[in-house]
T-cell receptor, first 116, second 115 residues
Framework: DTGVSQNPRHKITKRGQNVTFRCDPI?????LYWYRQTLGQGPEFLTY????????KSRLLSDRFSAERPKGSFSTLEIQRTEQGDSAMYLC??????????????FGPGTRLTVL | AQSVSQHNHHVILSEAASLELGCNYS??????LFWYVQYPGQHLQLLLK??????LVKGIKGFEAEFIKSKFSFNLRKPSVQWSDTAEYFC?????????????FGQGTTLQVKP
């Protein structure tokens, strides 16, 4: 299966700790997206990359959050000084975007973060 | 700002019943519209999408959706549901002209199909 993969699948941490999640997109997909989903809600956009460039960040992405995609392949999302409100499912999606053509995003299984 | 509203939060149907899930969006320009499904314990999967052309689009597993521009709607339908359709369904939109790809999701509809 060459779908989007995310690691770890579950993460439990104590408040104030830093956590890092990894996303491996579908091979050769040039766009990579991060979303956050809380219980009973739809996913909310956090940020996205086209190749290695981070092109848009949501206001939801506070200064405690940082994302990278250093070589235009996998991406990491780091949360510093975690808070209980950060508990959520963090979803990654990838797509193959061409100029002027709508893209279709394919989602990974997510990383469920629980902050105690 | 773009927003998506799914009016039915929880729907319970018996097998073979017909399904229609509502989705309305607020965006004045060109839009691309999607329905995703999340089966229990699985990740989000694309059911169908509308970019342009025929406003009636067909997706996987017998689902279809109709884009009605004048009503800003993209309702999902299936003539006869099965127990295996039990899942959470999400409508999503992005603004086609900007092509950032960022999806705005509705809050989802949980469908429970009784055997």
């Amino acid at each position: 299966d060459t779908g989007v993969s995310q690691n770890p699948r579950h993460k439990i941490t104590k408040r104030g700790q830093n956590v890092t999640f990894r996303c491996d997109p579908i091979s050769e997909h040039n766009r990579l997206y991060w979303y956050r989903q809380t219980l009973g809600q739809g996913p909310e956009f956090l940020t996205y990359f086209q190749n290695e460039a981070q092109l848009e960040k949501s206001r939801l992405l506070s200064d405690r959050f940082s994302a990278e995609r250093p070589k235009g392949s996998f991406s990491t999302l780091e949360i510093q000084r975690t808070e209980q409100g950060d508990s959520a499912m963090y979803l990654c999606a990838s797509s193959s975007a061409l100029a002027g053509v709508p893209d279709t995003q394919y989602f990974g299984p997510g990383t469920r973060l629980t902050v105690l | 700002a773009q927003s998506v509203s799914q009016h039915n939060h929880h729907v319970i149907l018996s097998e073979a019943a017909s399904l229609e899930l509502g989705c309305n969006y607020s965006y004045g320009g060109t839009v691309n519209l999607f329905w995703y499904v999340q089966y229990p314990g699985q990740h989000l999967q694309l059911l169908l999408k509308y970019f342009s052309g025929d406003p009636l689009v067909k997706g996987i597993k017998g689902f279809e959706a109709e884009f009605i521009k004048s009503k800003f709607s993209f309702n999902l339908r299936k003539p006869s549901v099965q127990w295996s359709d039990t899942a959470e369904y999400f409508c999503a939109v992005n603004g086609g002209s900007s092509n950032t790809g960022k999806l705005i999701f509705g809050q989802g509809t949980t469908l429970q199909v009784k055997p």
